[in-house]
């Protein structure tokens, strides 16, 4: 007997006429996400001519991101858009160049120089944290975004010192973010149009390409490893190395990633810890416990004793996961779970979806750090901040190890206030806390 021929996938309730959920996408997509999974592990949604699939269970995420039968690619407008500023780096060229790619840049991200990114952390965040004042009101994502670009630049270009070209930087940076909506994510077309943010924008984009242009050409010249990323990206025993175009792209998909994701995981910790004063001073004492780093101890060490810290930074990576949804396009038609997908559809992946299943998490809208103890997130079905495959993000244990050494730090001598206000995540091209401020109190030290 024949099996059966696989159908389309159910469509999401609430379409329109002509708009179908283009209004919802644009209004409240997290609440639009969030009611698939009662509708399958696969959901069409509807706007513009273009067949859109969200999937909604961890095992189709996976039959996706892993690609065994090269069905899926990345392509369609929000790469299109990607791809006009960060070129055809890892996060977003076509898979058949991502091999080599990953190849070429994965010995700058190898475990035996963690330890060395780690103290550049530590140290970067001591010195951003030493113009910090008691009773000080932050705005946090703003902070979060400064700290982490002193950091990323410094794990990245070693062989400098950076003084007021941060602040150029730092604006040039959050330019490109700021530029990101979600209406922009899927209409990339609008960023041609000729108006003042747009021509801002381009003045950010062309600002981060001439920098990276100017410090690859250096460390050509130099030649020298300085224990940073660019030396491994611009030093190639390889008979076929990264081109100066490639190496570009490729810093500029770290650095922005880097800068704009961590900030937001970051801004999301500190928001969670200023809620419960029971978890801020637990995480407090264990950050205060910990020393080694400065001591020659491994990276690895150090973090295996901060199971805590490491469970806040895996929570706040579910319940706020800052990259929130991502597309795939069908390269051909080929078949997701029991449902037919048509070459040329959108199939959108989103963490968020899986991250708040409670038949993965339980009760997903509690921010729970101790859900993950005794737990590798890395190794948890439908946990996928990083994705997962072959095109998985290059950077994900730098970016945990980040994460969770700049929490440890902070928290060592500050505790995070509530203000009184609003907070609500926006969904940019990263899940934002808008409106997060946090008042500043010093912590006695241990």
């Known amino acids: 007997m024949l099996p059966p021929t696989p159908q389309r996938p159910p469509t999401a309730p609430g379409g329109l006429p002509l708009l179908g959920h283009l209004m919802p996408l644009l209004t409240d997509p997290l ?14 949604l509807r706007f513009g001519r273009t067949p859109t699939y969200v999937v909604c269970s961890p095992q189709a995420a996976q039959q996706v991101l892993r690609n065994a039968d090269h069905g899926f690619d990345k392509g369609g407008v929000f790469y299109e858009n990607m791809r006009s500023v960060v070129g055809d780096g890892m996060a977003t060229c076509p898979l058949s160049q991502h091999k080599r790619l990953r190849r ?19 140290s970067q965040v001591r010195a951003f944290t030493a113009g910090w004042r008691h009773g000080q009101v932050l705005d946090v994502l703003a902070q979060m975004r400064s700290l982490a670009i002193h950091s990323n630049l410094a794990t990245m270009f070693a062989r400098r010192e950076f003084g007021t070209e941060v602040a150029g930087l730092r604006k040039a940076v959050t330019g490109f973010v700021d530029h990101q909506t979600v209406l922009r994510m899927i209409a990339p077309g609008l960023n041609r149009l000729p108006t003042v943010r747009n021509h801002r924008y381009r003045r950010s984009e062309a600002a981060l390409l001439r920098f990276l242009d100017e410090e690859i050409a250096a460390y050509r010249e130099d030649g020298e490893d300085h224990g940073d990323l660019m030396s ?24 922005l990633g880097g800068v704009t994701a961590n900030a937001v995981g970051h801004a999301w910790a500190l ?10 001073a637990a995480v407090a004492q264990e950050a205060q416990a910990v020393t080694g780093l400065e001591q020659g101890r491994p990276v690895a060490e150090v973090m295996d004793r901060l199971p805590l810290i490491r469970g806040v930074v895996a929570e706040v990576l579910r319940r706020r996961d800052p990259s929130w949804i991502f597309p795939r396009v069908a390269v051909k038609d080929t078949v997701v779970g029991s449902w037919r997908i048509p070459a040329g559809a959108q199939v959108l992946l989103s963490p968020y979806v899986l991250h708040h299943r409670p038949d993965l998490f339980p009760a997903p809208e509690n921010f729970d750090p101790h859900r993950w103890d005794g737990r590798d997130p890395h190794r948890t079905q439908g946990w996928l901040p990083f994705g997962a495959g072959a095109s998985k993000c290059i950077g994900y244990e730098l970016a945990f190890m980040d994460l969770t050494l700049s929490l440890a730090s902070i928290v ?23 409106g997060l401020t946090l008042q500043l109190a010093e912590r006695a030290a241990r």
């Open 31 to 44: 609440a639009l996400l969030a009611a698939l999974p009662r509708q399958g592990d696969v959901v069409e």
């Open 271 to 280: 928001y969670q810890l200023s809620r419960d004063a029971g978890l801020d």
């Open 412 to 434: 060592r001598s500050w505790r995070p206030r509530p203000v009184p206000g609003s907070v609500r995540p926006r969904p940019r091209l990263h899940l934002e806390p808008h």
């Open 232 to 255: 491994m990206f611009t030093t190639s025993a390889d008979s076929d190395p990264l081109s100066d175009r490639e190496v570009r792209d490729t810093a500029m998909t770290v650095l």
């Open 104 to 122: 070429l840049a994965q010995p700058a991200f190898h475990t035996d120089r963690m330890t060395g990114y780690a103290r550049t952390i530590r």
